[in-house]
């Protein structure tokens, strides 16, 4: 797998001098300032799509009315769709233009569970335990469509040639959808892919995020009375819990950048009974999918460690697993231009009051929302926090990452407090944004070949040998795993 | 508490010479004549009642329709139903005829979570998950009030003086009803309380079983991000597996008659946040109340260490608790005497292929029903195996218990098996010959006042000194918990 | 294995007849008037050499003077002493006369660690760290070799035929040297076995003790540098911390019966390196060795569960086990005669002085020594308590087993309390009552050959088709595993 | 404590123009090559007495004939020796000169249990189980003194003024016994230290290393025969066991920078007895004092807490701890100067043979030594591996620090390789290149104040208003510890 990213050594032409593709920006583009009135005329019909995902608040492989909805507008925008690919039901491909580019789009639509909220600053749920977007999805796959529909009207208006294309991308947050739609071929003769993600800053988003896989354990013993004749049970919680013991005991072997926690799932279903059966969810992440494999491989065989302390039977299933981000500077540092033409977002006073309460109620700085555009920043070689699916897209496909701002700064990701802020007036401008800066640099792209085999150049470069092969078992994805 | 059960060396009479009762007994009673004849008028009724409960399969403290099928009957036969006492909605009494004596009859009627099954002798859900009459408690209230219905039969006609009372007792499986009842006073003015339970054999009911207390230890921590920030969790989850593992630790330095077990019922929500709550259903027995004191204190005050351990807060809520069976020998010897009047239950060639099949299911000594009424028990120091709420009513009321078979010999109790007999004839045989054989020896109690003087000296004896308290807390009865 | 001691049913006659030997105890017989006066005569020489071992204070396979002082005592004696037997220096074997019957006696003369006392009532070592005879087998070896002197003197002078055999047998408190002394064939020629054991109280010994097994399990790691790069590590202390982890788990699905302690003897040498290596000795016990074994067992294969949580290698080394005693009910009422002939030790105004004190200073009740020959007792089906490689001579041929009092009623065993009764008066009386007592029932041993075969038989049927193997490994005893 | 170390912003003359000092090694200065000759002179006696201390292998605050050789030869050289200061029998202050500018340097002399080891490059103790100079400090406190004394040897020539002061600093690899020598108000005075280190590459050493701290903690519960009657037992193994368990649990929620290792010391003596007491010794580090501080309170809390769940009581007892270096990268700058003036160490063809031979036999790459002297490293904020005392004279007085080539690239530290080559002519080269390049930058610092004042301020600025305290408890050092 990838070791090095040379891309400085390999286009110093870029960083010395600046590229063709830079150099246009200095000349105000008019195809741009087309695409963000395109995104400014749709806005409120965007908007209310995406505070429609939001009431669905609908969880991965669930999200049939949130998948449907924005199916339904990019049939009814000219697109043509295709619902239910590789095998999931709430995934989808929406389709225009034709010919070379293809320029690819991933819009994502599941909640979370447990986090719904309404649209005020302290927590309140919505409803009791439901699902809430605390990750910003219900702006996600709309602006993503916004983006993608814009490019459709230079296309269909002849500016620009090629094929924009759509990805409704399901269960980002749990089980990975676009792993399937990889393994389907879906990403096979798409040149670039974009995407952006929901967040506190607005950059383009050049860190690499962890390498992860989740596989789930169960263990199997025989249950008895556990007061007339526990001698005769052989505890499935036992082992669980010497798993458990195990796998912290291991920490201390592990290397500073990888990551293991999981969650006891069952144990038991009585306090009466010597438990039969138990499971746990185990999730193990690195900075590589390289420095993965090790760690995974001990963690799983662990399990057969327990298994014979406890004197019961064990099976290790994989759920599916995904690769940290292949990062493109070249790409990123054409969105990069696009964010400095844009300029930051601007807020209402109003704004700032909604979210310094925020960050009142999570005890952050109240500092409101931050709105700059700061240089791009390094890649890092081992960048720690949160894991994305995208990363497996940018392991078939170069891909440009964006960062737009959808809350305030500081605010805890996967909370109440983005459940809000993402369904009112601060998610929507994030949205609109990032339709714009994600459609200026898909012109960039369109218009610009040297630019899109760069992008490629830099792919090759820095996947080097590596063979992607998605982290996933045979057969169909798990969409019925949620319902359980 | 009772340390000692010297009912031999007190009442030697009773052993060497035989009682008064006694040898009553060898005069066949006209009335004990006719009781048997009235269980038999009303057997088809009573089958049917219990038919309904089994298909009712209510859990715990949830048993609406149960409790109101038994009382509606009771109402019915003239009985006077008060319902809903302690504050438990599906507690009632039934009650009929005046003045002394008071004999008390006992009826449960929940049922099991998980364990729904068909009339059949291998597993076979009837609803998946649904609950199930593990337990036979079906049987149970319905053959307790036919028992009652008889003597009421006496007493409307002037055979009999005195009072009978049905009590209606829920949530024996969990929770324990009585505890509450007892607390209302409900059983402050009975002199004497019978009861029966299903069982694999039939026998005077002579061991003590074990005293419990059931108890809830939550922890609280401090969620983050499993990957970004660890070091901002506090991992409730943490602190009850170092919990349990104190718990196993513990279980070296306990006496052999002491258990010890737990219910992992939340040990977090999802993978990727450090849990900042964890919940777990701690049961500790001891063949005595006595011993039973200090482990309890020990593992709640383990909640602590296991807190600091994990950096977390916790909080020991008491749950409930019950007492040992404070056996009466006096009166368990004027039951056998009517078992033995009666002999064993007789069973077709059906049953026994159905009960055969039943034990090859359970891999149990294909054996079928044993039928064999044998000389009553000796009565442990420390007789192990399972706990009922009863105890608690026999620390306050003088009370004789009896087994009555209801399911093939081996039987693994609470399990689909005594669901399949207890709702066919095999189940309705034994709640047939319990209605008779508790009706015939309240005939003794309510014609021989000496015997129940007998039976009050040995309770006092036995007793001792001891004050009961129930171990429940404060506050109204848990009868929501079931539904969380 | 023996499943039924039915030795009631098998010899009714013993008991409600009395035999043919408990006739003749009637009649004083002179020549155990002889063997008393024998023992008091040579009394001031056997607590000469009692105090000797006593200050020796040898532990297991290290007692060259001790049994260097018993072994030079009975060859001045006029006993054949062969020396170094069974490969063990300090086994050996003194044998005095010729032919039929042969009447074998055990000597013990190892002390424990650690437990090093002055003659005093109140803790006081003698030599720091330095051991004890905290068993008193100081007295064991020096009594047992004075009852063989009192039949070597009867044999001399004519009065008896036979052989008397006295066994020197080392490492009773830890790898049992009796194992190998059974193995080098030194029991296959021998009728009847004795020995006695110092204690807190005198009677036939009758009960089972448990059956062990010890073995020893290593784990081997990788050590690595515990700040610099823990993650090249593989810690054989995390390895052992799980095993025990796992036992303690596992205490919850063992019998009453079973105990399972282990003792750690290395984790690891230094704080900054991942420890590569540890071990840890692990003691199983039973009431049975049938019982024994499946627990044994798993408790071994659970090290490879350990090896496998740590990702290390791992080695199970057998130490040694013994077998639960088989009791000789024929036998040991012959001994009780002779207890009941003998009647109580008497004691001091000093000596129980002495005696309070020591219950004081181990918070005993202060009631002195209590001397009372006690109707025998009831051998029960799980007797629980200590262990000792006397089981194993048990097995090979019939055995009579004797406690005597050498220290206060309550002495908690294996203290300095033992440590101090046993070389002063105290320990002195017990040491000349039991060599009074063995040579008493050695004279109906060789007095009376019906007896002999009465215990034979009841040897035959309790062992029933049970084959003896002793629980050691191959190769030579482990005499220098002492000095590690 | 400080934050930044700021120099490049405080001092950028050193780094644009390059300073005075930096400018006057363009000039090769006479005074050096005096210095240098003075090394080569005593090359031999200093040899010798590297391997004296080397052949004494004694272990920390027991380093008796190890300081004596130094202090004696100090003596012999004419510098006024106090030996015995801070209450230390091997500590020792050796000092020549009087006023300004005062100059130290330190030298260690301390084995490490275990690493006994012949001067061949294949794993051979000399004395089984015996001390080894596995961290090179044979040659340590013998280099500095030969630095010191080509100091000396233009003092008294009087080429420089001021003073000339070795500290003879025992126990480094445990207790850490500079922290009382500070206490003892032994560094007050001192302008510069200066220091070196024994390595495996040439190079001014100017990572800050880990803060740590030592403690031990003890459990005592209360013994029981681990048979008879374990529940009379209260296990301060389990206690213990617990106490590791929460230990690793913690591991998940501490920052990458920490590390916590333990070792094992007392888990009770014998298998059949519940034991009552146990000990294990806890370090915590963290790349900074001030990280430090919560996760060992946090450790020594859950002490508690782990008594707590085993019912036993405890005791937490702070041996020592050390603060991370505080990095002067002025005086580091003209350290490097001098190294680069020097030039690399040269070696035979038999010593690079030796070299690949350690190599092969630690399975590290068979480059042999390698000899270049690099520019000078950046300073990591958070720099992992080992600690040193250092770090706390380096918060009293601005200390300069060499690593010098003692063993081969790659040698596994705190090993019997390093003893190896540290008794023969690479660890004497690697000594003789350190006593040159420390007497050449002592040379600057005598010569050049404002140097001395530059490297002050830096000092006092990386500093900030942190008032340093050393880690120990109140009393004596633990100068007995060791022979535990």
């Known amino acids: 797998m990838t070791k090095n990213y040379l891309y400085i050594l390999l286009f110093p032409a870029l960083l010395v001098n600046g590229s063709a593709f830079a150099q246009k920006k200095a000349k105000p583009d008019p195809l741009k300032a087309e695409v963000i009135k395109s995104v400014d005329t749709r806005f409120d019909v965007l908007t209310d799509l995406s505070d429609k995902i939001w009431a669905f608040e609908e969880i991965a492989f669930q999200e049939t009315q949130s998948a449907a909805a924005l199916a339904?507008?990019?049939?009814?925008?000219?697109?043509?769709?295709?619902?239910?690919?590789?095998?999931?039901?709430?995934?989808?491909?929406?389709?225009?233009?034709?010919?070379?580019?293809?320029?690819?789009?991933?819009g994502e639509f599941d909640a979370l569970p447990g986090l719904s909220q309404n649209k005020v600053p302290t927590k309140s749920p919505l409803n009791d335990n439901a699902p809430g977007h605390g990750c910003g999805h219900n702006l996600f796959g709309v602006?993503?469509?916004?983006?993608?529909?814009?490019?459709?009207?230079?296309?269909?208006?002849?500016?620009?040639?090629?094929?924009?294309?759509?990805?409704?991308?399901?269960?980002?947050?749990?089980?990975?959808?676009k792993l399937w739609m990889i393994r389907a071929g879906l990403f096979d003769d798409v040149d670039v892919v974009m995407d952006w993600h929901p967040a506190a800053e607005t950059k383009a988003a050049v860190q690499k995020g962890l390498a992860l896989v989740d596989f789930q354990v169960e263990f199997f013993g025989q249950a008895a009375h556990a007061s007339a004749d526990p001698w005769n049970g052989r505890s499935a919680s036992d082992a669980l819990e010497l798993y458990t013991n195990?796998?912290?005991?291991?920490?201390?072997?592990?290397?500073?950048?990888?990551?293991?926690?999981?969650?006891?799932?069952?144990?038991?279903?009585?306090?009466?009974?010597?438990?039969?059966?138990?499971?746990?969810?185990?999730?193990?992440?690195?900075?590589?999918?390289?420095?993965?494999?090790?760690?995974?491989?001990?963690?799983?065989k662990m399990a057969s460690g327990a298994a014979?302390?406890?004197?019961?039977?064990?099976?290790?299933?994989?759920?599916?697993?995904?690769?940290?981000?292949?990062?493109?500077?070249?790409?990123?540092?054409?969105?990069?231009?696009?964010?400095?033409?844009?300029?930051?977002?601007?807020?209402?006073?109003?704004?700032?009051?909604?979210?310094?309460?925020?960050?009142?109620?999570?005890?952050?700085?109240?500092?409101?929302?931050?709105?700059?555009?700061?240089?791009?920043?390094?890649?890092?070689e081992h960048s720690m926090g949160g894991?994305?699916?995208?990363?497996?897209?940018?392991?078939?496909?170069?891909?440009?990452?964006?960062?737009?701002?959808?809350?305030?700064?500081?605010?805890?990701?996967?909370?109440?407090?983005?459940?809000?802020?993402?369904g009112m007036s601060i998610g929507h401008k994030g949205m609109g944004y990032a339709a714009k800066a994600l459609s200026m640099t898909m012109v960039d792209l369109f218009q610009n070949p040297e630019l899109v085999n760069q992008i490629k150049a830099e792919f090759k470069e820095s996947k080097g040998d590596y063979v992607y092969k998605g982290i996933i078992p045979d057969g169909p994805p798990p969409i019925h795993s949620n319902l359980q």
Do not use: C
Not at 73 to 90: D, H, M, N, S
Not at 264 to 271: K, L, S, T, Y
Not at 387 to 400: A, C, E, F, Q
């Open 72 to 106: 339904d507008y990019a049939e009814q925008l000219g697109f043509k769709v295709t619902r239910g690919v590789a095998e999931i039901p709430t995934a989808f491909v929406a389709e225009y233009g034709s010919g070379s580019p293809i320029i690819g789009i991933l």
């Open 143 to 177: 602006a993503s469509l916004g983006a993608a529909a814009a490019i459709k009207d230079l296309i269909a208006e002849g500016k620009l040639k090629g094929t924009v294309r759509f990805y409704g991308t399901p269960a980002e947050e749990k089980f990975f959808g």
């Open 246 to 300: 195990g796998i912290n005991y291991y920490r201390e072997h592990i290397k500073p950048t990888v990551r293991i926690h999981y969650h006891i799932q069952d144990a038991g279903q009585v306090v009466n009974v010597v438990p039969d059966y138990s499971r746990i969810w185990v999730r193990v992440r690195d900075s590589s999918r390289d420095g993965l494999e090790p760690v995974w491989k001990q963690v799983e």
């Open 308 to 380: 014979i302390l406890a004197n019961v039977d064990y099976k290790v299933s994989l759920i599916s697993g995904i690769h940290e981000v292949l990062v493109n500077r070249t790409g990123s540092y054409a969105l990069q231009k696009n964010l400095e033409a844009l300029g930051p977002i601007s807020y209402t006073e109003d704004e700032q009051v909604f979210s310094k309460k925020i960050q009142e109620s999570t005890d952050k700085p109240q500092i409101g929302l931050v709105s700059i555009i700061e240089p791009m920043e390094e890649t890092d």
């Open 387 to 422: 894991s994305t699916d995208v990363g497996d897209v940018s392991y078939v496909v170069p891909t440009i990452r964006l960062s737009a701002t959808t809350a305030p700064n500081g605010t805890p990701w996967h909370s109440w407090a983005v459940v809000a802020a993402g």
